[in-house]
């Protein structure tokens, strides 16, 4: 079918449930590391308690893009998926912070992953059901706004509450004060913003439902949606294979910055250990700093929005991703308290291209029949470099990187410049409008 031009606003709106995607995201990201440590955790033991966020989107993502390719009810196709996961993902970021073992925050962290993806992975999905192409890189860049804006509030707000509102951090409690009420914040802000996208965007049905029920008729039952999912995965288009390189190794780089940054920050910088106020202190400059690349993600998303109509989306994602992997170099050299923020403003300039000009290429490779389903598989590509990380990046800092998490963030930015690099190899064809084939579905 044509799909009309959609308003600004009505873009804001279909993506706005990602500004609170990105406020779980972000709590996640700029305290998961420090609640480990609060509750014992030595910085060799880290990334493997860290399996739970890529394993559960390896297994979680493409299922949930299958079935909502397949999933027509009253309230649609993908919003189901976004009510049922933001439920979930609310209760367990508000028990996250009450966990009283290392063993028991593990675990939240694997049930907190499976909500969160089960609501985000439909969202990509989303902007190529609703948009026309020619719209959908405006659609994803909006995305990583209001993700941007998410995740500067959420990092931000442990000191927020502490500087600004003077919440005291006292008493028995393993996870401070400001945590546990910056998680609870979190599960409401989750919450209302998938709910507004829900109660504000309406989905197109399926243009021949009699034969959308024959199709979902003909394909149903657990063997054949691991048949066809199998199938789809061997077949996938070969641009989405050539993104699948950059996406490795800019995501390998992202995850070592997100499990080491903090500690480093807070070890090496602020000369802290766990417990102490130093450590503490240099916590809540860690999620600052995390604030900071979110919000210069934020402020780039709005020049994206510009520059997307004047250069390619391989060009635009080159030279971000060079410029991230800069940015997490000099965090390495400069390792000063207010130098750090200039590094994670570069950061922040490959953060808000990661999040929207590969899907902008990618929904132009491929079928629009299996939007969700290759949505999903895509992320099989953010999840298993993260995956590997979580098994070898304990090893690597015990006998190669010294125990220091500040040479595991420099071996995140050497990734990110070879994912730059690589955008090189990608096909030119994905920056055209109507790419994708239906014998890419096969």
């Given at each position: ?246 996406q490795f190794f800019a995501w390998f780089a992202l995850f070592c910055m997100w499990i080491y ?76 308290k207010h130098a750090l923020l200039v590094s994670m403003t570069l950061v922040g300039v490959a ?37 590997l990380a979580s098994l070898g990046l304990g090893t690597v800092m015990k006998h190669l990187l ?41």
């Amino acid at each position: 079918m044509n799909k009309p031009q959609l308003s600004f606003w009505q873009i804001w709106n279909m993506s706005f449930g990602f500004f609170g995607i990105q406020f779980g995201w972000g709590l996640q990201m700029a305290n998961m590391s420090a609640i480990y440590q609060y509750l014992g955790a030595k910085e060799s033991d880290i990334p493997i308690l860290w399996l739970a966020a890529p394993l559960t989107g390896l297994i979680v993502q493409p299922i949930v893009g299958y079935f909502s390719d397949r999933t027509w009810c009253g309230l649609g196709r993908r919003r189901p998926y976004f009510l049922v996961g933001a439920i979930l993902a609310s209760l367990a970021l508000v028990a996250m912070p009450n966990s009283s073992t290392l063993w028991m925050a593990a675990g939240l962290l694997w049930i907190l992953d499976a909500s969160i993806n089960i609501t985000m992975e439909p969202f990509r999905a989303f902007v190529g059901d609703l948009l026309p192409p020619e719209q959908r890189k405006t659609g994803f860049a909006m995305q990583s706004l209001l993700i941007g804006l998410g995740a500067v509030l959420s990092s931000a707000l442990p000191y927020v509450l502490t500087n600004w509102f003077a919440v005291a951090n006292g008493g028995e409690e393993a996870i401070p004060r400001t945590v546990r009420l910056a998680f609870y914040i979190g599960a409401a802000v989750f919450f209302a913003a998938v709910l507004y996208t829900i109660l504000t965007t309406r989905e197109y049905p399926p243009e021949d439902l009699e034969a959308f029920r024959r199709m979902k008729a003909e394909t149903s039952g657990p063997w054949r949606a691991f048949r066809e999912i199998l199938v789809g995965i061997v077949s996938m288009p070969r641009a989405m294979r050539q993104l699948a390189v950059v996406q490795f190794f800019a995501w390998f780089a992202l995850f070592c910055m997100w499990i080491y940054f903090v500690p480093a920050v807070a070890t090496r910088v602020f000369g802290g250990q766990p417990g102490s106020p130093e450590y503490q202190a240099g916590n809540e400059w860690g999620g600052v700093c995390f604030s900071v690349y979110n919000g210069v993600a934020f402020v780039f998303a709005f020049a994206l929005l510009a520059l997307v109509r004047k250069f390619t989306a391989r060009a635009i994602h080159r030279v971000c991703l060079v410029a991230g992997g800069t940015g997490l170099i000099l965090a390495v050299v400069l390792a000063q308290k207010h130098a750090l923020l200039v590094s994670m403003t570069l950061v922040g300039v490959a953060w808000a291209s990661i999040l929207s000009m590969p899907y902008a290429m990618l929904s132009n490779a491929i079928p629009p029949a299996k939007m969700g389903f290759y949505m999903g598989v895509f992320n099989f590509f953010i999840v298993i470099p993260q995956i590997l990380a979580s098994l070898g990046l304990g090893t690597v800092m015990k006998h190669l990187l010294g125990d220091n998490p500040m040479n595991a963030v420099l071996l995140g930015g050497c990734s990110m410049i070879v994912a730059g690099l690589c955008v090189g190899l990608v096909d030119k064809r994905v920056d055209q409008v109507g790419v994708a084939r239906p014998a890419a579905a096969t």
